[in-house]
């Protein structure tokens, strides 16, 4: 790796970045994000593709040398949060921000771009940049860009997530199951509306549906494996109209985490069980839609152990084992389908990134996307020399 150019690089990075941060998108809606990448991309000269399996872009760039094919992916999509940062970069769309670094990853993967572009004459290989839509919703963006053919041929993909509870200098990962399944249930409850002061006369779908939410609460500490790590959270309840008025319908939903697909499965039954039986205890009736999303990050070991010998090589990052952690990732699907490794690069300083992915005042220590490109390089780097 070169550190010189990636110095070189880093001041665009930045800039790049903070455009991005300016002018966010939400996900399966980065129409504006997506045409800024191409303009980059083919003004660097890479053969770039357009509209892949949505608003996805991906760029080609060919080593000089016939080689292996090394996929890198960044994610595009902000969030439904209002930026309550005061800089001079903050969000300039109402209600809508990069509130988890995926501005960052993308001006990140732009640099690693012009990077290989200008060291082609020493690439022994094809380095495939994809740049994904809609990470943060579900059914997200890789599936469809797998489907529209972005991994075809490809030997090995890597992918970062700048990571703020890690401080800046330090990387971590770790080999099989490192992020969770994430999973989405909406839950209607019907009962029979009425009048407050004569409750005998209706069926009270907030109680049903108050009791439902406590119910629930017991599947992972009743039914799953004290050793195995799940999560059932209800983040909605809705019902009523009134103070005075029994609500004849109440909504609430939630999202499932874990690593096992059995223990997938087994909460996915015990909430359809707990639902239709206590709607039932209550004389109400229960409407259950239940979304599988992404799967469990499984990454492969050759891969993580490149990680692990090959970044404290770059910019002398201390390299970390991870726990497993539960935020979902997309990614998944890439490393379904061929070998990788997904990584987590330190963004958290004492200054201005204190604050937790999609909080409002979120921010990144944007010397990580530094770092970040470098990792991305280094592993390609790597992958490339053990195979040539």
């Known amino acids: 790796m070169e550190a010189s150019l990636l110095y070189e690089l880093f ?56 080689g292996k094919t090394v996929a890198l992916r960044a994610d595009l999509d902000a969030l439904p949060i209002q930026d309550e940062k005061t800089c001079e970069y903050a969000s300039g769309q109402p209600g809508v921000m990069h509130a988890c670094g995926h501005d960052g990853h993308t001006a990140t993967l732009l640099a690693v771009g012009e990077y290989f572009a200008r060291t082609r004459e020493q690439l022994s290989g094809e380095v495939r940049l994809l740049f994904q839509p809609a990470e943060e919703v579900c059914p997200g963006g890789a599936a469809s860009m797998i489907a529209a053919g972005a991994l075809d041929g490809v030997d090995v993909i890597y992918g970062v997530h700048l990571w703020t509870p890690l401080p800046v200098g330090t990387v971590a990962s770790r080999p099989g199951a490192f992020m969770a399944s994430t999973d989405e249930f909406f839950i209607e409850i019907h009962g029979q509306g009425g009048h407050g002061g004569v409750p005998h006369k209706s069926v009270d779908s907030i109680v049903a549906a108050s009791a439902l939410v406590l ?72 409407v259950i839609d239940y979304m599988s999303g992404y799967p469990s990050l499984i990454n492969h070991e050759r891969e993580y152990q490149r990680f692990m010998e090959t970044a404290p090589s770059v910019f002398t990052l201390r390299a970390e084992l991870s726990p497993p952690i539960m935020p979902a990732e997309d990614f998944a699907y890439y490393v379904q389908k061929v070998p990788g490794c997904f990584m987590l690069v330190g963004a958290g300083n004492e200054q201005n990134a204190i604050y937790p992915h999609h909080h409002p005042k979120f921010d990144i220590d944007e010397q990580a996307m530094l770092h970040a490109a470098g990792l991305l390089i280094a592993m390609a780097e790597s992958y490339f020399k053990e195979h040539a």
């Open 11 to 66: 001041p665009e990075m930045v800039e790049r970045r903070r455009h991005l941060h300016r002018h966010p998108e939400l996900s399966f809606k980065e129409e504006q994000t997506s045409a800024y990448i191409v303009k980059k991309l083919q003004q660097l000269g890479i053969e770039t593709a357009i509209n892949v399996g949505g608003y996805g872009v991906v760029g080609k760039i060919y080593g000089a040398l016939p």
């Open 215 to 286: 119910q629930l609460q017991s599947v992972v500490s009743r039914s799953v494996d004290p050793l195995d790590p799940a999560v059932v959270t209800i983040g909605v309840i809705q019902g009523g109209t009134a103070q005075n008025i029994i609500a004849d319908r109440c909504k609430l939903s939630g999202t499932v985490r874990c690593f096992q697909e059995e223990t997938r499965t087994l909460i996915r039954e015990r909430i359809h069980a707990l639902t239709e039986g206590t709607a039932q205890a209550y004389g109400a009736d229960a």
